[in-house]
């Protein structure tokens, strides 16, 4: 069960649960859902708003289904879905239905699916989407180091409309 919160009142560490825990981005589109792993992104504040940034290379399914959805949810599960969150960033929901496969339980109370097992899922409304573009990176290496197909993330910035706490 969940009980909706103030973003401002979680316990929440963006390097750590970002990072280190990982989350799953998760958005609907005609009827299908579809999920990616990612540990590039942020949570803070802009334009007045409490806000998730997400990053999705271009060739990712779920890019489809987050730029089709005025909504997506980011996830965090704890430590012991550690072999689902490895699955669901390795498999292609193109190829399989990964979400399935991965044995994790949707949840669809809100304007965006999560997933049951989550400590924590935060629903955001989209309210920017950008390309990095490689004239803005500043050092050639991380250039390099990260973009050598030159596939660079396309930028999700969402509106926090809901936060939700495992209870």
């Not at 280190?20 to 990612?38: E, S, Y």
């Not at 997506?72 to 239905?97: A, I």
Request: aromatic share 14%; proline share 5%.
């Amino acid at each position: 069960m969940f009980i909706k919160t103030d973003p401002k009142a979680l316990d929440f560490n963006p390097f750590r649960a970002i990072g280190d825990q990982w989350m799953l981005i998760t958005a609907a589109n005609d009827g299908k859902v579809n999920t990616m792993t990612a540990s590039w992104g942020g949570a803070g504040v802009l334009w007045n708003k409490n806000v998730v940034t997400c990053y999705v290379r271009p060739q990712r399914y779920t890019r489809q289904f987050t730029d089709a959805s005025e909504y997506f949810s980011v996830s965090f599960l704890p430590e012991q879905y550690r072999r689902q969150l490895v699955y669901c960033g390795r498999v292609s929901g193109r190829d399989e239905d990964k979400i399935a496969g991965s044995g994790l339980t949707l949840c669809g109370d809100y304007e965006a699916p999560f997933f049951e097992e989550a400590d924590t899922a935060l629903i955001c409304r989209k309210i920017y989407v950008g390309e990095l573009k490689p004239e803005g990176i500043q050092y050639p290496e991380m250039d390099k180091a990260n973009y050598p197909e030159k596939d660079y993330h396309i930028v999700y910035i969402g509106e926090i409309t809901a936060a939700l706490v495992r209870q």
